[in-house]
């Protein structure tokens, strides 16, 4: 498993105390560690395997290095010792519920937490409070990333053994909540609570497609005379994936190990020796289509321009008029943000903004460079854009974008327009580090034919409607020669205008010195 825990080929006997062994009590805590693993409870195991599930300490064993697990709390013990015996208490509640610790994984440093779904439905004790504050408080000052297993049921009323009247002053979440260290939720099964609040608090949440995610769990829907409610009805991903909640939602647990360890992986810096011309950069020559009206899905754009087989598309069913990414541009980790003309024409709307803003707060956090595809009208306006709440979440995305202090490069694609093109390069073309745009690609204040409309309107209604569309053509077309990218790099509104195949080899060139 990983856990450095003797390998013991059957059960030890309790009792089973030898008169050759060299140290008093060694036995008696090899029998205790064997309690705390999963050979130490088969049925229970068993019965969650059938469901298709795996166990806590199976899913830690697949994500760290093996032997690297440096185990925290092993044999703490729900503090109901007021109504249960101890022995029990040792058998039915191993490590109080949570497993946590330190490890490596692919030779990265980093903590695993865990709560335990076989140890009374992965609820929160209050000794696994005090071992989650005290894993929390250690892996803070080892400046680790952390990977944390959340499903659970949230708090446990049944810890009669802790005095206390509302437990608000438990510092887990707190705590939790100030890391400045990458943090990374995965969700499987029902999570609730507590354990929601945690997995919500995180960086990103990984989910399977059977997680049930709620700020609270049937019992306590009831408790408040809300209705009764099964837990498959609350938070599930139908609902948490298109609403944001969730990052990524991946197949099973073992695929949610592997995109952790495909995330983790993009923490340890640039890969050396990474191939910029690997043959696919040609494919952006044709990557957009002939008619600049027409919509076309960007991912296919930022599969070519990243390194093959890197891209973690985040938040895909949310906001997908934009499309967000980790990836790795010419072995250098990347958070990519791209407009997406499949969806709203690329316009920038109030869920938009938001999903803006927060990638670009991660990438802050995570200390990732940041390449922008711009594609876009601009924001989404009129009285039902405005009814959302747009004006605050376009502001938080542009003070996002203004705020980076990692490289940023911005790659005009086709449409630059107005405030949103802005927002899309950190609130300025000249805000990038460098920002570049494609041969066929127009910037402006606004859409063209708009912006013509708007500044010739006294004009225009003093002619008949055939005139006044005529008019309208011929103006948007000079118009449009004028908003070339040529034209905006001879006004020197941006930096260089290049041919698609060079996009690669620009962004490598620019992050890397910088």
């Given at each position: 498993m990983g856990d450095r825990q003797p390998c013991a080929t059957k059960e030890p006997a309790i009792n089973d105390h030898h008169s050759d062994n060299p140290v008093e009590g060694t036995d008696e805590v090899i029998v205790r560690r064997f309690l705390t693993t999963d050979a130490a409870r088969p049925e229970k195991v068993d019965a969650w395997h059938a469901k298709g599930r795996r166990t806590a300490r199976e899913n830690i064993a697949d994500l760290v290095d093996a032997g690297s697990f440096v185990e925290y709390g092993r044999f703490v013990t729900p503090a109901q010792e007021g109504k249960r015996e101890v022995a029990d208490l040792v058998l039915d509640g191993p490590a109080d519920g949570i497993i946590g610790g330190t490890a490596t994984v692919d030779g990265t440093p980093c903590a695993v937490f865990s709560?335990?779904?076989?140890?009374?439905?992965?609820?929160?004790?209050?000794?696994?409070?005090?071992?989650?504050?005290?894993?929390?408080?250690?892996?803070?000052?080892?400046?680790?990333?952390?990977?944390?297993?959340?499903?659970?049921?949230?708090?446990?009323?049944?810890?009669?053994?802790?005095p206390l009247v509302s437990a608000l002053d438990v510092g887990s979440f707190a705590l939790w909540g100030a890391m400045t260290t990458p943090r990374i939720a995965v969700v499987s099964g029902r999570c609730f609570a507590g354990n929601a609040v945690l997995a919500g608090s995180a960086d990103l949440r990984i989910a399977t497609p059977e997680a049930n995610l709620g700020m609270a769990g049937p019992a306590m829907i009831a408790g408040g005379g809300l209705g009764e409610f099964a837990p498959e009805q609350i938070g599930p991903v139908a609902d948490q994936e298109p609403n944001g909640v969730l990052d990524v939602v991946v197949d099973d647990e073992e695929d949610a190990v592997t995109v952790v360890k495909e995330i983790l992986g993009l923490l340890d810096g640039p890969i050396a020796g990474t191939s910029i011309d690997d043959g696919r950069q040609l494919d952006l020559r044709d990557a957009l289509p002939a008619n600049d009206r027409e919509a076309f899905d960007v991912r296919p754009v930022v599969e070519t321009i990243a390194d093959e087989d890197t891209v973690i598309w985040l938040r895909s069913a949310f906001a997908p008029e934009l499309v967000t990414a980790l990836a790795r541009v010419g072995g250098i980790p990347v958070g990519v943000i791209a407009n997406q003309s499949t969806a709203e024409a690329g316009a920038i709307?109030?869920?938009?903004?938001?999903k803006a803003a927060d990638f670009l707060e991660l990438c802050e956090r995570w200390r990732l460079p940041v390449v922008s595809l711009v594609d876009t009208p601009g924001f989404m306006v009129g009285p039902d854009a405005e009814r959302t709440g747009l004006v605050r979440e376009a502001s938080r995305m542009v003070n996002a974008g203004a705020r980076l202090t990692t490289p940023l490069v911005g790659i005009v694609l086709r449409r630059g327009y107005g405030l949103g093109a802005q927002a899309m390069l950190g609130g300025s073309t000249h805000r990038p580090l460098m920002t570049a745009a494609w041969p066929d690609a127009h910037l402006g204040p606004m859409g063209l034919e708009g912006a013509v409309r708007l500044g010739m309107a006294k004009e225009l209604a003093a002619m008949d409607a055939d005139r006044r569309e005529t008019v309208v053509a011929q103006a948007t077309v000079a118009m449009r020669e004028h908003a070339k990218a040529l034209n905006a790099a001879r006004y020197f509104e941006i930096d260089d205008v290049i041919d698609p195949i060079e996009t690669r080899a620009l962004i490598v060139a620019t992050i890397g010195r910088a």
């Open positions: 709560y335990d779904y076989l140890v009374m439905a992965g609820t929160q004790g209050m000794r696994g409070h005090r071992k989650s504050d005290r894993l929390i408080e250690i892996v803070t000052r080892m400046d680790l990333p952390t990977v944390f297993f959340t499903e659970g049921g949230g708090g446990r009323p049944g810890d009669v053994d802790w709307t109030h869920a938009a903004s938001t």
